[in-house]
T-cell receptor
Framework: DGGITQSPKYLFRKEGQNVTLSCEQNLNHDAMYWYRQDPGQGLRLIYYSQIVNDFQKGDIAEGYSVSREKKESFPLTVTSAQKNPTAFYLC??????????FGEGSRLTVL | QQPVQSPQAVILREGEDAVINCSSSKALYSVHWYRQKHGEAPVFLMILLKGGEQKGHDKISASFNEKKQQSSLYLTASQLSYSGTYFCGTEIQGNKLVFGAGTILRVKS
């Protein structure tokens, strides 16, 4: 089945640690995205990529980093510079112009 | 840059209708609508690509007024399954989709 796989589903981190969230898609989509969702709030764009080896900052990129070395993979690293990283993280992909297909999300909690 | 959605929340009884609005301060290439159930990923409802376009399926439809930079989602004869948070996403340029804060819809029996 085609889709987007995010892992891990739940992740706990100590303050000062970097963590990497995985996002893999087998839909052959060119564009991939990372969104952050806080309780009761909308989805805020962290980074997006329209093609391999290229990506752009979204509205809240500070404290995050990404890479796009392969078409199917778009990992997100939450660095220690992100002051309030506890949130629900959603990865998505699309083929322009078209709907976003979302993964099931990764819930990160900082202890 | 974030589109503004209204209302923030609405409570309906089964069978009632609702309208959710989405407006942007910038010219739009497209508008997307998604519904999210609690703890789940958003699910695509529809995309509107042209000014003045209206689309729909089943009892959910939407319009896009390009000149006014506005879109509205219409839910007719609501069902319990319509409950969730509705998000509009607006594309201003080059595949960058920005979402509104969401509208919480609750349908009661």
């Amino acid at each position: 089945d085609g889709g987007i796989t995010q892992s891990p589903k739940y992740l706990f981190r100590k303050e000062g640690q970097n963590v990497t969230l995985s996002c893999e898609q087998n839909l052959n989509h060119d564009a991939m995205y990372w969104y952050r969702q806080d309780p009761g709030q909308g989805l805020r764009l962290i980074y997006y990529s329209q093609i391999v080896n290229d990506f752009q900052k979204g509205d809240i990129a500070e404290g995050y980093s990404v890479s796009r070395e392969k078409k199917e993979s778009f990992p997100l690293t939450v660095t220690s510079a992100q002051k309030n990283p506890t949130a629900f993280y959603l990865c998505a992909s699309s083929q322009d112009p078209g709907e976003l297909f979302f993964g099931e999300g990764s819930r990160l909690t900082v202890l | 840059q974030q589109p503004v959605q209204s209302p923030q929340a609405v409570i309906l009884r089964e069978g009632e209708d609702a309208v959710i609005n989405c407006s942007s301060s910038k010219a739009l290439y497209s508008v997307h609508w998604y519904r999210q159930k609690h703890g789940e990923a958003p699910v695509f409802l529809m995309i509107l690509l042209k000014g003045g376009e209206q689309k729909g399926h089943d009892k959910i439809s939407a319009s896009f007024n390009e000149k006014k930079q506005q879109s509205s989602l219409y839910l007719t004869a609501s069902q319990l399954s319509y409950s969730g948070t509705y998000f509009c996403g607006t594309e201003i340029q080059g595949n960058k989709l920005v979402f509104g804060a969401g509208t919480i819809l609750r349908v009661k029996s």
